[in-house]
């Protein structure tokens, strides 16, 4: 009698301890060694689930990451063959790929013809000088300093000027060659890039040769092959290279049937399922839309709200990675014509199922004009399934949209 209590205690133990393992949760998956952004991830699966699909997800996110950066060689122990490093490093070299590398720029070159080369991996040199200028403004304020007024004791400014004075309450700025005092408690301001900065990248642009670049790629039995021919250019996947990945960790996870997740790679790059949490909205995402004229810590502000449910969404923006000089915005968003950045949007968000083909729309978008872009979307909008929000320059927004929930903020 007493091995038989032992086995039934040993029976119900057995099977609580299982029912626990199978019980579902919420699981966050946090990354900050991939793609050169921070990626979250979360998802309502049962621990078993977990460990299973965190494995694939890491897999599919440092695989991307080796073989699309193109600042960085292949790790000694890496067993790809080469990556977009050195593809760059042997210019007019036909070059051995693995295939997932080989997948990726074969689709690239199809979005390229898609947008009639608004989308253009081939530009990296000129968006790494814009980046290179980003990157050397200022941080800290100083006498000297470019800087740039937004507003004062809640006023509008909006100016340009050059720091004359500075002590830790107020500064004196020379503005239209009059050197006006500011408290700095009252001060809204961002500092800009110098004369001498802006000026040297103008001239490494203006000295890059407008050539075509040539990329041909290649399948022979089972094997991939790139040679890359330009004078000045070099490839640059960025930000696709993250789309393409989320829409791969999106794919894996609806063919497992995990139905609530959501997946964050930076603030462009985002696809989710249903949304455990909002069981009486629908299951939706709500998602706010930060607008670039107010992106200023406690000055930030939005200028809509989407809802999403099963979907991607992508966005591109002046108001991340940029620079100021003479109070006009410059960010890495080019115009494959002029190599220059295009401020024809604060911001331009796109929606639909690829999020590999969102964030190559996005930037092509970005770059096109109101024209060009209604255009785009009266041609393609039902055939891609994608939907737009753009912010014009001038604080009007332009709506592409048919079944997608959005709240104007700003009208």
């Known amino acids: ?34 793609m050169y952004t921070y990626i979250g991830i979360n998802l309502y699966v049962t621990e078993e689930q977990y ?19 193109s600042y960085d060689p292949l790790p000694e122990t890496s067993p790809f063959l080469n990556n977009i490093y050195s593809i760059n490093e042997n210019k007019y070299q036909r070059l051995e790929i693995n295939e997932a590398l080989y997948d990726v720029l074969v689709l690239a070159k199809e979005f390229q013809t898609l947008t009639d080369d608004y989308f253009n991996i081939m530009l990296g040199t000129p968006v790494k000088i814009w980046k290179s200028l980003i990157s050397n403004t200022p941080e800290d304020i100083a006498v000297a300093d470019n800087i740039y007024i937004h507003q004062y004791a809640e006023e509008p400014v909006n100016q340009s000027g050059v720091v004359v004075e500075l ?23 961002e500092l800009e890039v110098s004369d001498e900065q802006f000026q040297n990248t103008q001239r490494q642009i203006e000295a890059l040769t407008k050539e075509e670049p040539s990329m041909l790629l290649e399948s022979e039995n089972g094997q991939y092959f790139i040679t890359f021919e330009a004078e000045d250019q070099t490839i640059d996947l960025g930000a696709f290279s993250k789309g393409y990945a989320v829409n791969l960790v999106k794919n894996y996870l609806v063919d497992k049937g995990v139905e609530y997740f959501s997946i964050n790679a930076g603030s462009s790059s985002i696809s989710v399922g249903k949304n455990y949490n909002r069981p009486d909205q629908d299951e939706i995402f709500i998602v706010s839309l930060t607008d670039p004229r107010y992106s200023q810590g406690i000055f930030s502000k939005y200028y809509g709200v989407i809802h999403l449910k099963d979907t991607s969404i992508a966005t591109s923006g002046n108001f991340e990675q940029y620079t100021l000089y003479e109070g006009v915005r410059y960010h890495h968003i080019i115009s494959p014509q002029d190599y220059y950045p295009v401020n024809e949007y604060y911001a331009l968000t796109i929606v639909g199922g ?5 964030d190559a729309l996005s930037t092509a978008l970005f770059v096109m004009d109101i024209d060009s872009l209604e255009k785009f979307m009266n041609q393609y909008q039902e055939s891609l399934g994608i939907q737009v929000v753009a912010y014009l320059q001038d604080g009007s927004i332009r709506k ?7 709240e104007d903020k700003i009208s």
């Open 51 to 69: 460990d299973e699909y965190e494995k694939e997800i890491r897999t599919i996110f440092e695989t991307y990451h080796q073989l699309t950066t």
């Open 400 to 406: 592409f949209t048919n079944d997608l929930y959005f």
């Open 167 to 189: 002590d830790n309450e107020s500064l004196t700025v020379s503005l239209n060659n009059n050197e006006i005092t500011y408290e700095l408690s009252e001060l809204v301001y």
């Open 354 to 358: 690829d999020a590999g083909l969102l």
């Open 1 to 34: 009698m007493k091995k038989i209590i032992v086995l039934f205690i040993f029976i119900v133990l057995t099977t609580t301890l299982s029912s626990c393992q199978n019980q579902k949760e919420m699981f966050t998956i946090s990354y900050f060694d991939y």
